[in-house]
T-cell receptor
Framework: GAVVSQHPSWVICKSGTSVKIECRSL??????MFWYRQFPKQSLMLMAT?????????EQGVEKDKFLINHASLTLSTLTVTSAHPEDSSFYIC??????????????FGAGSRLTVL | GQQVMQIPQYQHVQEGEDFTTYCNSS?????IQWYKQRPGGHPVFLIQ?????EVKKQKRLTFQFGEAKKNSSLHITATQTTDVGTYFC?????????FGTGTSLTVIP
């Protein structure tokens, strides 16, 4: 079945540093990838939609200069949290939309990346 | 704008009891999907409903899509401790996925 690999699973960094999170579709081409942020016991908050070869579309209230998204190929999208601060600590999850095993327009999620900024 | 509401937000049930979560969209959906997220895990796709009035079953889980394609429900019969987690609906329309707020299910042994 469709698999999305997200790396790293856990990351701890100092305030002011940048962190890159990778999201790869392993056995299918993902024309669109989505990046979500999830706070404890809350729903998924869509941050941005990443389309291969074009600029990401950010949701209202999400700083594009803070959360840099690059979708350089049909199998890889990256999210870079620049100049991270403690309030950026969260669970970040990517998902890919493609020809998954369950059919079109189904989301396959990565395992998520838990970011802690000290 | 597009909204997908889900109720209840939390549900505690005794093992063996039934459980239902409801999802309502402010607009008509192309399809609706259900995902389950175990504690500490990531959402995993359960099922997709496309047709108006569609009903699908997966063992003890029954999924329904409303006639107007604006609401959906997930019913679990005779819950087990393995059913613990948060259940999200996701409405797909206009090339976008809109996630519900989720229902967190706790099953008491």
């Amino acid at each position: 079945g469709a698999v999305v690999s997200q790396h790293p699973s856990w990351v701890i960094c100092k305030s002011g540093t940048s962190v890159k999170i990778e999201c790869r579709s392993l056995d299918f081409q993902a024309t669109t990838m989505f990046w979500y942020r999830q706070f404890p016991k809350q729903s998924l908050m869509l941050m941005a939609t990443s389309n291969e070869g074009s600029k990401a579309t950010y949701e209202q209230g999400v700083e594009k200069d803070k959360f840099l998204i690059n979708h350089a190929s049909l199998t890889l999208s990256t999210l870079t949290v620049t100049s991270a601060h403690p309030e950026d600590s969260s669970f970040y999850i990517c998902s890919a939309r493609g020809q998954g095993y369950s059919g079109a327009n189904v989301l396959t999620f990565g395992a998520g990346s838990r970011l802690t900024v000290l | 704008g597009q909204q997908v509401m889900q109720i209840p937000q939390y549900q505690h049930v005794q093992e063996g009891e039934d459980f239902t979560t409801y999802c309502n969209s402010s607009t008509t959906l192309s399809n609706i999907q259900w995902y389950k997220q175990r504690p500490g895990g990531h959402p995993v796709f359960l099922i997709q409903l496309v047709k108006s009035g569609e009903v699908k079953k997966q063992k003890r889980l029954t999924f329904q899509f409303g006639e107007a394609k604006k609401n959906s429900s997930l019913h679990i019969t005779a819950t087990q401790t393995t059913d613990v987690g948060t259940y999200f609906c996701a409405g797909f329309t206009g090339n976008q996925f809109y996630f519900g707020t989720g229902t967190s299910l706790t099953v008491i042994p």
